[in-house]
């Protein structure tokens, strides 16, 4: 195969034995990679009632096509499972990773069963080595990096490893437990890295010495080379992010008042500039980083000034600004960097986390939490008290054993589940739906729970972009459905090929399909590609229906549906679900309760 590895590592830490088999081709062709291909293959295996922990659960790390080929910010990486939340789970996560996994010689990994002790695993092209992690265990992600790259030997031999490990957060079966590569970036969402606990996986140690194959050398880097031209005309890839970071986008979305401000109390924070990623590069910018082949370079290094929260950190991304800075009603950056470098030390989701401190705030400003419950006041604005939080969240101290179990429990266990805001159990990105009502209808409909990064509707009601068709009033509900489904289905393909959603506003799925056609071999035309990454959204809702969610799941928290927006551009708005969710159903071939219909199933091919 080319593209492809073609090879696929199952692993059973059960019995501490692996196998190597061959790619299924079709499975291949049909679902693409990375995302789509192992939610069929998780869908194809295992029961999807299954508990979370259950040893029966199977966790895979998967690449995609395009992953460390050369390709234009394809570099991305999902670790895909059932997830502690009870739906599917699944996590994007950039860096070297997924280019390693390919370089070793395979497209996916399967970790199935449960070491009988903590394990971490070594893999060097064919050879896997199963090791005690005894000595790892209860240690944070830095400290597990170090010590096993200390072990690798020579540091500039150590360099060309890339480590996935969870903390002592993924080790407790949490919802909010994240897997941190390299030290520096994060398969977040959904609780992967609790998974990764439950099977005593403390980390996975990759190395390969293979290239990736295409099939058309040639016409792949006249390709690659053509989608770099494109993307150089991109301000946001080529100027903002490079700059300021995917924070550079936070000013724009408090500006149009969709900026979740002290839990989605409002929309538009009065610090917004102080924390806007231009702010943020002039204060504390040291370094710039990108991933392989990509130009953006979003990532870098920041640095702390306020002596009661220095760090050197990773630049956070947005998400992880907004949840620490305006979802808290926090305008202090500082402490918006020691709280996500506490995340990633201790392997914890910034969203996850961040937007439960922000309901918690809210809870102890409406008093249905004391003081008492959580050993100090809990006030939006005060970073001192936010950042402690994080931290006995990481060190599972007091409240922090709380936090952990994230937004949705808490706020069943304090009798206040109207002040979560999430989907699916999953706790809320940073767009307020209220003024945007196809994000809402895409945060409902995420198969993971609430989750921007599977329907960037924005592209169209905020940027207008004309790759997505054009600028359509975000205040709108008609159309909001087939915009969202193709929204929705191109990022599928960002996800299958391992392409970097963050070029959403540079790049388009045409110039993915530019690249993947040289890169397999496979001759898909532009909408059978897609139909692929309706396939992914497709199987991902077969196996939630399979885990017992229904179309009552495809909801939106009170707050985002009763309440109106109090201020700002979208003053007085609520998110019109109900006007949207029918629509969608029926452009989606799902009958009227939200289950796929046997006549689209077998349109594209599928079968329960
Ligand atoms: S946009 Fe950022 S995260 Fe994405 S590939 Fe480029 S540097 Fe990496």
Redesign the pocket.
């Known amino acids: 195969m080319n593209g492809w590895v073609g090879k696929v590592l199952r692993i059973n830490l059960s019995e501490k034995k692996h196998i190597i088999e061959d790619l299924d081709e079709d499975l291949a062709r049909d679902y693409l990679g990375g995302r789509g291909l192992a939610t069929k293959i998780l869908y194809d295996e295992i029961n999807p009632k299954i508990d979370a922990f259950d040893s029966d659960n199977k966790l895979i790390m998967a690449s995609g096509p395009l992953t460390g080929s050369g390709a234009i ?1 394809a ?2 990486s999902v670790v895909v499972s059932k997830s502690p939340l009870g739906n599917i789970g699944c996590a994007n996560v ?2 070297n990773f997924g280019s390693e996994i390919k370089y070793a010689g395979y497209d996916l990994i399967i970790f199935e069963g449960k070491a009988s002790e903590p394990t971490y695993l070594v893999i060097e092209d064919e050879k896997i080595e199963y090791l005690s992690a005894e000595a790892l265990w209860g240690k944070d992600c830095y400290e597990t990096d170090d010590i096993l790259r200390r072990k690798i030997g020579d540091p500039w031999k150590a360099k060309e490893y890339s480590i996935a490990c969870i903390g002592p957060v993924g080790e407790k079966g949490t919802n909010i437990a994240s897997i941190i590569i390299d030290k520096h ?1 994060a398969a977040a969402r959904g609780g992967m890295g609790s998974v990764m606990g439950s099977k005593n996986l403390k980390a996975v140690v990759v190395k390969g010495t293979k290239g990736v194959r295409v099939a058309d050398r040639e016409a792949f880097i006249k390709a690659a080379t053509e989608v770099l031209e494109h993307v150089k005309q991109s301000h946001a ?1 080529v100027e903002s ?1 490079p700059k300021f970071g ?1 924070p550079s986008v936070l000013p724009l979305y408090n500006e149009v008042g969709m900026l979740g401000t002290r839990n989605f109390q409002t929309g538009v924070f009065e610090q917004a500039e102080e924390i806007g990623g231009e702010a943020l590069a002039k204060k504390h910018l040291r370094k710039i ?11 870098g290094i920041l640095k702390a000034t306020d002596p009661r929260f220095m760090v050197t950190s990773e630049r956070p991304e947005f998400e992880t600004v907004w949840v620490f800075g305006a979802d808290c009603g926090n305008g202090n950056s500082s402490a918006i960097l020691k709280a996500h470098d506490i995340c990633n030390q201790y392997g914890m989701d910034t969203i996850g986390v961040g937007n439960t401190i922000a309901m918690c705030m809210e809870m102890f400003e409406k008093g249905f939490l004391k003081e008492k419950d959580i050993g100090f006041p809990l006030r939006f604005g005060d970073p001192g008290a936010m950042v402690r939080l994080v931290e006995m969240t990481g060190k599972q101290e007091g409240f922090g054993k709380e936090v952990i179990k994230g937004g949705y429990q808490l706020s069943h266990k304090y009798k206040h589940p109207e002040l979560f805001v999430g989907s699916k159990k999953l706790e809320a990105p940073a767009y307020d739906p209220r003024v945007c009502q196809a994000q809402g209808l895409n945060l409902a409909t995420a198969a993971r729970g609430a989750c921007h990064n599977k329907g960037y509707t924005m592209a169209s009601e905020i940027f207008g972009l004309p790759s997505v068709g054009g600028k359509t009033d975000p205040y709108v509900t008609e159309g909001k459905a087939q915009l969202t489904k193709n929204i929705q289905d191109a990022t599928c393909v960002f996800d299958d090929t391992g392409t ?4 959403i506003l540079g790049l388009w799925a045409t110039e993915i399909h530019k690249q993947l056609l040289p890169a397999t071999g496979v001759d898909y035309s532009f909408d059978e590609m897609i139909t692929c990454g309706e396939r992914t959204w497709m199987i991902e809702r077969m196996f939630n229906i399979k885990a017992g969610l229904t179309g009552k799941d495809d909801n939106l928290s009170p707050r985002m549906l009763k309440e109106p927006m109090p201020e700002g551009p979208g003053k007085g708005r609520v998110n019109r679900l109900h006007e949207m969710l029918p629509e969608y159903y029926k452009v989606r071939g799902w009958d009227e309760n939200g289950v796929p219909t046997e006549a689209k199933l077998k349109e594209l091919g599928m079968r329960w």
């Open positions: 910010a570099c991305r950039g860096g970036n890839s992010f995917s980083r990108a991933c392989l082949t990509c130009l953006q370079s979003c990532g970097c959603l963050f070029l």
